[in-house]
């Protein structure tokens, strides 16, 4: 998994393409708004051309900010951390000196020479763990509440059939999602 913090600028030999990590610990996580925004361009592709899907996804997922009279954003996903098992465990490899997160040099083509950029990524098996609010304020109805949460699950199958972050096409991202009560 690789979604990226951003970097201005590097020297040789520097990573080009860290990861989020949380500030203290430097311990990877996913902000929500990644899994928010990937689930949000997957239903909206799907449903193109559809108004009364497009309009229920523009509900969940939040309007944009031309729109008068906007509804309040029906999901909120918060930032996904590590569990704590896993939390302790890279604790004690950070203690150590040993690496939690995996760098892979990638070839990208620049004006036509290739160009071997070293991209940080999260190795399979990190656990994330996140917290999904539903906020229906403006939906009374017991059925319409209903078709919202049934799609935001459609959302997460969409999900787990794509991927998320960066570099998917080069296998980077796959995710499986439990739901928990």
């Known amino acids: 998994l690789h979604i990226g913090a951003g970097k201005e600028g590097f020297e ?9 990590k949380e500030f203290d610990s430097g311990i990877p996580y996913i902000p929500g708004s990644s899994i ?3 689930m949000r361009f997957l239903l909206e592709k799907k449903y193109k051309g559809d108004q009364e899907k497009s309009l229920m996804v523009e ?13 309040m954003t029906i999901v909120l996903i918060r ?16 203690k150590e000196g040993e690496p939690i997160t995996e760098e892979k040099t ?8 290739s160009n071997p950029r070293p991209i ?4 399979k098996g990190y656990e994330f763990e996140f917290e999904v609010v539903f ?9 319409e509440r209903k078709k919202f949460i049934e799609l935001f699950e459609e959302g997460l ?8 972050g960066g570099s998917g096409s080069r296998g980077y991202g796959k995710v499986k999602i439990e739901k928990n009560e």
């Open 12 to 20: 040789i030999g520097e990573m080009d393409n860290p990861i989020v």
């Open 36 to 38: 928010k925004g990937k």
């Open 59 to 71: 509900e969940l997922f939040g309007q944009s900010a031309e729109v008068d009279n906007k509804k």
């Open 79 to 94: 930032d996904g951390f590590v569990s704590e098992d896993l939390r302790q465990e890279l604790w004690e490899r950070l």
């Open 106 to 113: 990638e070839v990208s083509l620049r004006g036509g020479k």
């Open 120 to 123: 940080e990524r999260v190795p």
């Open 135 to 143: 906020r229906f304020y403006e939906v009374d109805d017991e059925e």
């Open 157 to 164: 199958s969409l999900l787990e059939e794509d991927y998320l």
